[in-house]
């Protein structure tokens, strides 16, 4: 009688392992900080923001460690964060995204030297560092049982800067990971290795739990234009239907501020603009992106041919 009670225990330790156990679970993605606020919605007319897109840098010890000396794992997580960040805000139909592959590095000031000579076309640039990331494996090892779970962990600063004086007006870090486990029963069930996969799962999530908070400082700064050419009464001004200008539309002609130098920090700081006139669009001439333009009148106030870099083109 000892055997068959034997039997009946080892089924019951075979049934018990393979109730509490799957043999496959699906792969988890986290977005551990920050916590986003609600989202702050454009309301003014539906105008697209140029922003540019710089490429990742990546400082995490595992990118720069002497065993990767000679891999391309640095510059394909760079890569791959940059091209996250650009789907990530293509989806929102928001921006005229423009892609810069510099590698620019921010002075301890936090301001770009020299902005201009890099000839950004568009009213804010985004950069972006991978700070950390690091990799677990972890499993138990049971009587009738065996798994293996292998984790991915990222933290990942975004920074957004105003490309007329280099400054950086927004900044933020997110941290995200992302996992999956396997196991077997008995030998039965599914067998793992190296989940390439999650590099690119735990990025995607440190990027989703800043990039609403991203998008939010974008809706709050006015949009803006610019004046190119004043012939026969009518204004050219840059951007058109793709930047949501539609006829009919009326903007406010503002002269620039005066510049002046901050005594503390140095940097050099615009004084508010003050309006000179007020104009209505005419005419959409179609371009691509970057080319295409659209024709105004003068509703109110005057505009001098003399002055056209100075001035400024706003919704609010």
Do not use: H
Not at 110 to 116: E, V
Request: net charge neutral.
């Amino acid at each position: 009688m000892k055997y068959p009670l034997t039997i009946i225990c080892l089924c019951f330790l075979l049934f018990g392992g393979c109730a509490n156990f799957q043999s496959e679970q699906a792969q988890k993605t986290l977005s551990i900080t920050p916590v986003s606020s609600a989202p702050v919605v454009d309301e003014a007319l539906g105008l697209k923001k140029k922003v540019a897109i710089g490429r990742f840098t990546n400082e995490s010890r595992m990118a720069n460690s002497f065993l990767n000396t000679g891999s391309d794992t640095k510059a394909r997580m760079s890569k791959a964060a940059t091209d996250i960040l650009t789907a990530k805000l293509a989806m929102t139909n928001r921006y005229l995204l423009i892609e810069r592959q510099d590698d620019m590095a921010i002075s301890n000031e936090q301001q770009i030297a020299d902005i201009q000579g890099y000839k950004i076309p568009a009213d804010y640039l985004i950069l972006g560092s991978i700070s950390e990331f690091g990799r677990n494996t972890s499993g138990n090892v049971g009587l009738i049982d065996r798994t293996k779970k292998q984790t991915a962990y990222a933290k990942v600063t975004l920074r957004l800067v105003d490309t007329r004086n280099g400054m950086i007006i927004f900044g933020q870090e997110g941290s995200g990971e992302a996992s999956s486990q396997v196991g077997t029963v008995l030998g039965m069930g599914s067998q793992a290795g190296f989940d390439e996969s999650l590099t690119d799962k735990a990025i995607d999530a440190a990027i989703s739990s800043v990039i609403q908070n991203l998008i939010n400082k974008l809706a709050n700064d006015p949009w803006r234009s610019y004046v190119l050419n004043i012939e026969d009464n009518n204004v050219y001004i840059s951007g058109g239907v793709k930047q949501g200008i539609k006829i009919g539309d009326t903007f406010k002609v503002y002269q620039r501020g005066k510049q002046v130098i901050n005594p503390q920090t140095k940097a050099p700081i615009e004084l508010p603009g003050a309006e000179i006139a007020t104009i209505q669009i005419t005419q959409t001439i179609p371009g691509e992106d970057l080319t295409e333009l659209s024709i105004a009148k003068v509703l109110q106030g005057s505009i001098q041919a003399s002055d056209l870099a100075n001035l400024y083109i706003s919704d609010k």
